[in-house]
């Protein structure tokens, strides 16, 4: 847990651009559960295989409102590659006060509530919005405090979905990849958490 947190601090609170940390070096999401709107749990272990864009949000929260059209642009271009928006609400309500507000918002992507607290791999969200980009294998790529400039989420996107797996999952056992290049060896800890 040190270790991710040692990251999380090393991660960037820029005013605009999303820097992806290496899969090797980056810590695993650990549990999350979430709530939907109807009641239904989710987990990032639901979502393994995928890139998952987590933004918490307020509905109180200025930026957060101006930030929703770009998520929904993010969310209906990425969808079929691979991505998965979830908006995580920072206040104490979730179910139908949850879906209104939502509704209202323009929120065309599932908006959920957290269970319990978020894990310590998702710790540094005191800034709101609060954006984490999650790889395919379940590990913690970026955190970003704020709105993050567009062309940045979605580079930052497209370069995690165009990841392939094999090399992800070769960079966790420290194996060449398709194309030949040894990755770094992932704490053996952080990977098995991963799975």
Known sequence: MLLALVVLVAFQRSRGAIRLVPAAEAPAVGTLTLLDTAGRTHSMHDRR?????????????????????????LHRDFESE????WAINAEAFGGEELQR?????????PAMTAVGRLDAALAGGQVLPFTWLIDRQGKVRAAHG??????????????????????????????????????????????????
Do not use: F, M, Q
Not at 61 to 68: I, K, W, Y
Not at 147 to 176: D, I, M, Q, T
């Open 49 to 73: 295989g995928r890139v998952v864009v987590l933004n918490l949000w307020a509905s109180w929260c200025g930026p957060c409102r101006r930030e929703v059209p770009r998520l929904s642009r």
């Open 146 to 195: 704020g709105v993050p400039a567009e062309w940045s989420l979605r580079r930052a996107c497209r370069k995690l979905l165009e990841e392939p797996v094999e090399a992800l999952a070769a960079a966790r056992h420290g194996r060449p990849g398709r194309d030949g290049l040894r990755r770094g060896h992932v704490d053996a800890r952080l990977a098995d958490d991963a799975l």
């Open 101 to 109: 507000v939502a509704a209202e918002l323009g929120i065309d992507y």
């Open 82 to 85: 691979g991505l998965t928006v």
